[in-house]
């Protein structure tokens, strides 16, 4: 009865041990809103994306060859073990005689330490630190916008799927009725078969664009999830206000473009700052390189293995190592010339950024405000395709008007509707592009 219940015991404690690393791992795992918003999402991309996730890995890299980098400034001690066997004992002439001077065994054991006093190389890395950083922090917000405007771009043109298959339900909905009332008049021999198998036909149509809408909404659904580093296995629901949306269009076109906003601008300035150190330093490599240093020894030694460590002679030295550079061939002018030509392409490659970025800035400007303008114009003809529509509705129930009419008139309702949703979004993805351009897209969660 005892081993059972050990058994029992052990078992049990077995199961906990595995479940409840289980469950804190469930408990902790970031998830999403059973709705989540626009922001909801963003902010789940900057945790869990896995480019930003590895941008901030980067820059911690970065701190550790830092820190490698600059621990040279620290001692550095070392120690050292040798043993020789003096296969033939080395000699020296005293006094006009012959004298072996050595054992056939002979060990040591060394302990030493080295201190950099001064070292041209270790000043650069010392004052490069700081702009390392700057860059490897620069990577990643510039990682970090990306997944805005991606992730933004991504919601915004399921936002417009989902309202495109709304439309499309209520137009199958309407057609199915027109298709039953073309039914039914055919059937009493007020028509011919003629408007009823139109009917049919854009019936059809719309079912299979309701079809090709749905099919590319999944594959829209899946490519958000990777993009904010979801795993596919989740389930992935948004919230939509189609209001909040509209509202968000507006852009002050007003701002002035200033380069220092832009990230690929201020990494090109610390490429620069970097590079004009370099050129410090191939100035300084005329300085010279100073270091102390300080070792103890205990050097062993006898004419057999069995005593070669039985007495140690201990030894120990303190000094200075300088060493003054004064002529490498030339080396250091050619690398000062090299540093400096490296400077001005630099300056080229600013100046090259400053009008790529003058031309996004127009282009996406350009881009947002005849998007806006097309919106206005999309959003004025759906209100008019509706009246269209609803009149000749009525006047092909009296009679007064043909099936083609009512079927124009459908199929320009459906149209300007699209047209109405294709223009929203690209107002909304282009006032992104403006932003980005100006460099204002919040990078922060």
């Keep these: 009865m005892y081993n059972k219940n050990s058994r029992n015991l052990l078992a049990t404690m077995v199961t906990l041990l595995w479940t409840i690393p289980f469950a804190v791992g469930q408990e902790t795992q970031p998830a999403l809103p059973a709705k989540a918003t626009l922001a909801d999402v963003v902010n789940y991309a900057l945790e869990n994306r896995p480019s930003v996730q590895q941008a901030t890995i980067d820059e911690e890299i970065g701190e550790r060859e830092i820190a490698s ?32 001077l050595g054992q ?27 702009f390392i950083r700057q860059q490897n922090a620069l990577n990643t917000e510039n990682s970090r916008i990306n997944t805005v405007v991606e992730v933004s771009k991504a ?31 055919y059937e009493t021999g007020i028509v011919d078969k003629t408007d009823f198998k139109r009917a049919q036909i854009t019936l059809s149509n719309t079912l299979a664009d309701q079809k090709r809408v749905s099919e590319l909404l999944t594959y829209k659904y899946a490519f958000l999830k990777e993009l904010i580093g979801l795993p596919a296995e989740q389930t992935l629901n948004l919230s939509f206000d189609g209001a909040s949306m509209e509202s968000e269009m507006l852009l002050d076109t007003t701002s002035v473009l200033d380069f220092n906003q832009r990230v690929e601008y201020q990494q090109l300035q610390t490429v620069k700052q970097l590079q004009q150190l370099n050129t410090q330093y191939n100035k300084w490599t005329f300085l010279p390189s100073l270091s102390a240093f300080y070792n103890y020894a205990w050097d062993f030694r006898g004419p057999q293995f069995s005593d070669a460590f039985g007495e140690a002679f201990p030894r120990s030295v303190l ?14 002018t050619h690398e000062i010339r090299k540093s400096k030509l490296q400077e001005t392409r630099i300056d ?5 950024l400053k009008n790529q970025i003058n031309t996004q800035y127009e282009m996406a400007m350009a881009t947002y405000q ?12 759906v209100v008019l395709s509706e009246e269209v529509y609803n009149t000749i509705k009525l006047q092909y129930d009296e009679g007064i008007k043909t099936y083609l009419d009512l079927m124009t008139a459908e199929t320009d309702l459906r149209t300007t509707q699209i047209n109405y949703l294709n223009a929203l979004f690209s107002v909304l993805a282009g006032k ?11 990078s922060e969660n």
């Design 348 to 352: 080229w490659d600013i100046t090259q």
């Design 432 to 442: 992104l592009d403006v932003q980005r351009a100006l460099g204002i897209i919040p």
């Design 104 to 130: 056939k065994h002979a060990s040591a054991a060394v302990l030493q330490a080295d201190q950099q006093i001064l070292n041209p190389a270790l000043l650069q890395a010392s004052k490069a630190a700081k």
């Design 319 to 332: 000094g200075l190592t300088l060493n003054i550079p004064i002529f490498q061939g030339g080396k250091r």
């Design 69 to 100: 980098a600059l621990s040279a400034w620290f001692p550095q001690i070392n120690a050292t073990g040798t043993y020789n066997y003096n296969v033939k004992i080395p000699t020296n002439v005293i006094g006009g005689n012959v004298i072996q």
């Design 370 to 381: 005849a998007n806006l303008n097309d919106w206005q114009v999309a959003r004025e003809n």
């Design 155 to 185: 919601y915004y043109d399921i936002l417009t799927s989902e309202e495109q298959l709304n439309i499309t339900r209520e137009n199958i909905q309407r057609i199915q009725k027109q298709l039953n009332d073309a039914k039914v008049r």
